[in-house]
């Protein structure tokens, strides 16, 4: 089956892209490089079954020319940058809106009739459910980041329903592991390289948080792929845990063998709209068959691990 | 205080200038003509407290430059064609989501902190809870109509989080009444004038939709902003009442003393993504002391009313 991936070049985007080819198809890889790397694409580009094109998804003729032939699109472009929104107000809504429609709009003129897209479990806002389950009451945003994506799930909805697509759409947890680039365990690796006797830390350290190892996410998002038959198919994708930020500081800094003064910012809340409590129920997907192969803990440490075993361009870039 | 109200030519968007100016505030109206009528804005054009400017909420300079100065923000400017959506794939993008973004960004700019914003209570989707309340199960969209609204509302609340707005958001059945230029009664009314013989209708007739008189709708509006206290206030704005197609096909037949044979289309939907059902519950705005004046039978009856004396540059338009 020949594939298209946006954002082929990313931390996620270039881990699918490689289990595609692994699994014996083509690969249609499409990246702008703004915050994706070259370095990540070296396996894929040596396979013979992929083709890499450089464009940007607001650029509506590009994409649908380089989308030509496609039967399956996993849009995983986006600005992942949910902290510093308020800094670019218009960033979220090009990247994350604008762009998704503009893929559907691809879809439609090459009639490429299947998506996966990556959403996020931000996308309930503040929840009053715990675990969050994808039919969780009507959630209230509180960040551009989530806005832009529920806004691209609305409309990747309505394409379903007006132009006969079919649609898989995962609301991630924050995803660990190889090619990870930027969130809480990449910043806090960073500070102790420069300084391991101490570390600043948004909010109190209380703040719970899901993860998902790269490798369980891609499972999952195959799994449903080949087995979920709905027009419209949802699922929340992490692990039946959660952990504090503090938990995770600890992890870091046993595998690192540092004992940094920890430098709170204090607040319950890393930065404006970030939600202090993210834990998904993923009973959805977990019925399909799939279960996550690491805890937290682990693929928090093999994060730490690639990281210290990073490629120079990623250093260089960092 | 001083109001700007974006889609001021419009059908709600006249009516709410001339009850602001009525109550005795000041108003800028915008709108770029493209559907408004200036026809509507003649008697506030007298008042000597109402300044016009033509525009468009897609050039946000424009926009930005003609809101300096407003205290308040209604911003009742949309694409409001909910049936034609899949005809022009990015027009719902643009003019509701896009532009209310330009919105925000213009409020920001000219530091206006309050927004009222007319939404739909097609955002729940096929709603599974009736009457549906405002915090329903996560909906799923039909419409690109609805996904541009929830798109915009989630853009909103986003603003709320980041740029401390506070927002009124109003999820209105469809409003009934003086200047309606659009929807199902104007559709039976415009064939019945050209063949009172037989009338065309979308769907099996059984559709069950809520309905709301425009000056009912109005004093809910008004309400909320002097007693809605929270960042984010979200009300649904409908009677306690829902009629079938059919039972307004009655109403206005029996005031025009026609009695067409009805040609149904067929199916349970009057279009793509038409959602069959659409009943809210309205106990939030009514918690603060509102209630219709107008029945929907009665609201049916006086736009039919409206309509038979319409003036001749609608009549001309239409």
Same mark, same amino acid.
């Given at each position: 089956?020949l594939?298209f991936?946006?954002?082929c070049?990313?931390?996620i985007?270039?881990?699918?892209t490689?289990?595609?080819l692994a699994?014996?198809?083509?690969v249609?890889?499409?990246d702008?490089l703004?915050?994706?790397?070259p370095?990540?694409?070296e396996?894929?580009?040596r ?7 450089e ?9 649908t ?9 996993f849009?995983l ?6 902290r510093f929104?308020?800094h670019?107000p218009?960033?979220d809504?090009?990247q994350n809106?604008?762009?998704t429609?503009?893929?559907l709009?691809?879809?439609r003129l ?9 959403s996020?479990?931000s996308?309930?806002?503040e929840a ?8 969780a009451?009507f959630?209230v945003q509180?960040s551009?980041?989530?806005a832009?994506?529920?806004?691209a799930e ?6 379903c ?9 995962f ?5 660990? *592991? ?6 809480h365990?990449f ?7 420069v300084h !391991?006797d ?5 909010g109190?350290g209380?703040?719970?948080?899901s993860?998902?190892?790269v ?7 195959l799994?449903?792929i080949?087995?979920?038959?709905q027009?419209i198919n949802i699922f ?5 845990e959660y ?6 500081? *600890?992890?870091i800094?046993?595998h690192?063998g540092v ?10 809340r890393?930065?404006i709209?970030d ?5 998904l ?6 019925s399909?068959?799939?279960? !996550?192969?690491l805890?937290?803990r682990?693929?928090v ?5 690639y990281?210290q075993h990073? !490629? ?7």
């Amino acid at each position: 089956m020949l594939f298209f991936v946006t954002g082929c070049a990313g931390f996620i985007g270039s881990n699918v892209t490689d289990r595609l080819l692994a699994a014996g198809h083509e690969v249609v890889g499409f990246d702008n490089l703004s915050t994706g790397l070259p370095l990540f694409l070296e396996g894929a580009s040596r396979s013979g079954h992929f083709t890499f094109i450089e464009g940007d998804a607001l650029h509506a003729a590009t994409l649908t020319r380089a989308m030509a032939g496609a039967e399956f699109v996993f849009h995983l472009a986006a600005n992942a940058d949910v902290r510093f929104g308020t800094h670019h107000p218009k960033k979220d809504l090009e990247q994350n809106t604008i762009a998704t429609v503009n893929v559907l709009e691809a879809m439609r003129l090459n009639r490429v009739r299947r998506i996966a897209y990556a959403s996020t479990g931000s996308v309930y806002g503040e929840a009053q459910v715990f675990p969050t389950p994808e039919n969780a009451p009507f959630p209230v945003q509180t960040s551009l980041y989530a806005a832009s994506k529920i806004s691209a799930e609305a409309f990747i909805e309505a394409y379903c329903e007006g132009f006969d697509l079919q649609a898989y759409i995962f609301r991630f947890v924050s995803i660990l *592991g190889e090619r990870y680039t930027h969130g809480h365990v990449f910043d806090f690796y960073k500070q102790l390289q420069v300084h !391991p006797d101490y570390l600043h830390v948004l909010g109190n350290g209380k703040q719970r948080k899901s993860y998902l190892y790269v490798q369980d996410c891609i499972d999952a998002m195959l799994l449903a792929i080949a087995r979920a038959p709905q027009k419209i198919n949802i699922f929340n994708l992490g692990t039946d845990e959660y952990c504090e930020v503090d938990d995770s500081i *600890g992890w870091i800094c046993e595998h690192l063998g540092v004992k940094p003064e920890r430098r709170y910012q204090g607040g319950e809340r890393g930065w404006i709209g970030d939600n202090p409590f993210i834990f998904l129920d993923c009973s959805a997907i977990r019925s399909l068959g799939w279960q !996550p192969k690491l805890t937290i803990r682990e693929a928090v440490i093999r994060t730490v691990n690639y990281l210290q075993h990073a !490629p120079a361009a990623l250093e260089a870039r960092t």
